[in-house]
């Protein structure tokens, strides 16, 4: 039997095989993985209260209306959107704790531990 014969039968097979190759490669490659996303989570609390910096559940995905630019005051953290139960901070993924801002008597949040973000980006205000 020579090759062009071989061919001739097996064509059909050789598809088939390839195809199911194919889509086999395919289906590996596209295992469903959640899209990270970067969002925005702001403090709803007074800021010269450690214990409410510290909180986990004042920190939501509502703005607060405050001018995040500065560093004495909590204001803002950006997490991946993991790290939210509903619109608000997840503590087993962002532990929070408060240490005092760059001046003044406000304090500032500060990732202690949890599995989520591992570098949030915090935005204070003044």
């Known amino acids: 039997m020579n090759i062009k014969n ?5 064509a059909l097979a050789m598809i088939a ?4 190759i194919t889509f086999s ?7 469903e993985t959640k899209a990270l996303v970067s969002v925005p989570v702001y403090f709803h609390g007074n800021p010269a209260n ?12 509502t703005s607060n ?3 995040c630019s500065g560093n ?13 139960i ?3 901070l997840d503590p087993a993924k962002v532990n929070l704790i408060a240490v005092p801002g760059a001046a003044g008597p406000g304090f500032v949040p500060q990732r202690a531990s949890g ?10 205000r003044n």
């Open 6 to 10: 071989i061919f001739k039968k097996y």
């Open 17 to 20: 095989v390839a195809t199911v």
């Open 25 to 31: 490669a395919y289906k590996i490659s596209s295992v």
């Open 50 to 61: 450690s214990a409410e910096v510290a909180d986990e559940s004042k920190w939501t995905t």
């Open 65 to 67: 209306g405050q001018s």
């Open 72 to 84: 004495n005051l909590a204001c803002m953290i950006s997490v991946e959107n993991t790290d939210l």
């Open 86 to 88: 509903g619109a608000q």
């Open 115 to 124: 599995s989520g973000t591992p570098n949030p980006t915090i935005t204070n």
